[in-house]
C-alpha cells in the first residue's frame, strides 16, 4: 500500500514558475514507476509527466517546460514546472504505477488527493 501527499500548487502569472512535490510513504515507494497527471474543469484527467527505471516521459504540450524527478531517499517525486500558461491550469495528481503503461491512466493505482494549479493571463 502507497500513500501520496500533493503540495506546492498555488496561483501563479503566466510566465512563472512552480514546483509540485508527491511525498510517498510505504516502504515499496522507490519500487514503483511514478506519474503526474492533471484534470482541468469538465475536461478528462491527462498524462503529464511520468519516471520509470530511470527514463522520463512528458505530454507534447508541457516538453521543454517541465521537468520530473525523484529522491527514493527522500520518498518524494517532483514536477518542476516552468514557463507556465493559462492552459496549465488544473488540478495536478501523482500516481504510482503497478501496471505496464506509464502513459496511460489506467496504469496507476495510487493516486494522492491533488493539487490545484492557477496560472493566471
Known amino acids: 500500500q502507497v500513500q501520496l501527499v500533493e503540495s506546492g500548487g498555488g496561483l501563479v502569472q503566466a510566465g512563472g514558475s512552480l514546483r509540485l512535490s508527491c511525498a510517498g510513504s510505504?516502504?515499496?515507494?522507490?519500487?514503483?514507476?511514478m506519474g503526474w497527471f492533471r484534470q482541468a474543469p469538465g475536461k478528462e484527467r491527462e498524462f503529464v509527466a511520468a519516471?520509470?527505471?530511470?527514463?522520463?516521459y512528458y505530454a507534447d504540450s508541457v516538453k521543454g517546460r517541465f521537468t520530473i524527478s525523484r529522491d527514493n531517499a527522500e520518498n518524494t517525486v517532483y514536477l518542476q514546472m516552468i514557463s507556465l500558461k493559462p492552459e496549465d491550469t488544473a488540478v495536478y495528481y501523482c500516481a504510482a504505477a503497478t501496471r505496464p503503461g506509464v502513459r496511460r491512466r489506467e496504469s496507476y493505482t495510487y493516486w494522492g488527493q491533488g493539487t490545484q494549479v492557477t496560472v493566471s493571463s
Open positions: 510505504g516502504r515499496t515507494f522507490s519500487s514503483y514507476p
Open positions: 519516471w520509470s527505471a530511470g527514463y522520463t
